[in-house]
Nanobody, 118 residues
Framework: VQLQASGGGSVQAGGSLTLPCAPS????????IGWYRQAPGKQRHLVAG???????NYADSVRGRFTISRDNAKNTAYLQMNSLKPEDTAVYYC?????????????WGQGTLVTVSS
């Protein structure tokens, strides 16, 4: 399964971007969704997550600025990023836990680069 993420780009500090992500197969059932990021020389870590029933969690560094959401009808996830800071510069990856049989499995997007200039 391929996840198609987009929306990255270059923006000045204080600006906004929205990152959408959807699987190539829109008939899949999606459990949890997450957005991760990896800055140069650092490990990938979770930025925001949303469960199948809509519960959300955020990293402290983005809480109040970023919003994760999902449109189950379109099987699309979104990361709305406001008040961007230079330290938000990273490659952003979307993650889906796909409901499968005999077990669920993980799917990752290819990554989209977000660059925030001061």
């Amino acid at each position: 399964v391929q996840l198609q993420a987009s929306g990255g780009g270059s923006v000045q500090a204080g600006g906004s971007l929205t990152l959408p992500c959807a699987p190539s197969d829109k008939t899949l059932s999606i459990d949890s969704i997450g957005w991760y990021r990896q800055a140069p020389g650092k490990q990938r870590h979770l930025v925001a997550g949303i469960s199948s029933d809509g519960r959300k969690n955020y990293a402290d560094s983005v809480r109040g600025r970023f919003t994760i959401s999902r449109d189950n009808a379109k099987n699309t996830a979104y990361l709305q990023m406001n008040s961007l800071k230079p330290e938000d510069t990273a490659v952003y990856y979307c993650y889906h836990k796909i409901v499968g049989w005999p077990r669920d499995y993980d799917a990752w997007g290819q990554g989209t680069l977000v660059t925030v200039s001061s």
